[in-house]
């Protein structure tokens, strides 16, 4: 069966610019996970939505990162503005329900550096 | 912050040996898992251990955990150099966050 799946695996863009990652979790998991994770850095959590609930956005670092979830499935991050300092593997995980007490299934991340 | 630091931060060993790696966390849990990233890419998930286990077992695989110091091992028996990677520990919280806490991670190398 698919795993997690993340596009584009790696994207290169112009400070300042706007990106958006996609995320298509596996089929019929409600919970799923964005995370940062800076060179040679543990993961850094960024936002949380599980079914129908809204999201838990308390790891975005600021008002330039938003993500959705659109029919509780794909999900996009999007970076505004891009800055330097967002270059990071930016990676999705995706869980069959509550995420934090089973294990958490990771796409193969979307590398993106801003120049 | 509830983040788990793991030590140590590399470690190299020859094929065969033994891999021990540790992790200590802040808060109170009600698991911990240890995941492997190969690559820097995704990471995959090893082993989950319950904050009312101490020894876990899988495959190569033994877990331990000690609640009152806060603290968890992965052990890696009889390494191959298949098993190079970074292993992570993650931790949840008993209440609040929805989301695991990751260490910084040991890069592992076993040299063949």
């Known amino acids: 069966g698919a795993g997690v799946s993340q596009s584009p695996s790696n994207k290169v863009t112009e400070k300042g610019k706007d990106v958006e990652l996609r995320c298509d979790p596996i089929s019929g998991h409600t919970a799923l996970y964005w995370y940062r994770q800076s060179l040679g850095q543990g993961l850094e959590f960024l936002i949380y939505f599980q079914g129908n609930s809204a999201p838990d956005k308390s790891g975005l670092p600021s008002d330039r990162f938003s993500a959705e979830r659109t029919g509780g499935s794909v999900s996009t991050l999007t970076i505004q503005r891009t800055q330097q300092e967002d270059s990071a593997v930016y990676l999705c995980?995706?869980?069959?329900?509550?995420?934090?007490?089973?294990?958490?299934?990771f796409g193969p991340g979307t590398r993106l550096t801003v120049l | 912050s509830q983040q788990g630091e793991e030590d140590p931060q590399a470690l190299s060993i020859q094929e065969g040996e033994n891999a021990t790696m540790n992790c200590s966390y802040k808060t109170s849990i009600n698991n911990l898992q240890w995941y492997r990233q190969n690559s820097g890419r995704g990471l995959v998930h090893l082993i989950l251990i319950r904050s009312n286990e101490r020894e876990k077992h899988s495959g190569r695989l033994r877990v331990t955990l000690d609640t009152s110091k806060k603290s968890s091992s992965l052990l890696i028996t009889a390494s191959r150099a298949a098993d190079t990677a970074s292993y992570f520990c993650a931790t949840d919280a008993r209440a609040g966050a929805n989301n695991l806490f990751f260490g910084t991670g040991t890069r592992l190398t076993v040299i063949p």
């Open positions: 995980a995706s869980s069959p329900e509550v995420a934090k007490r089973n294990e958490q299934f």
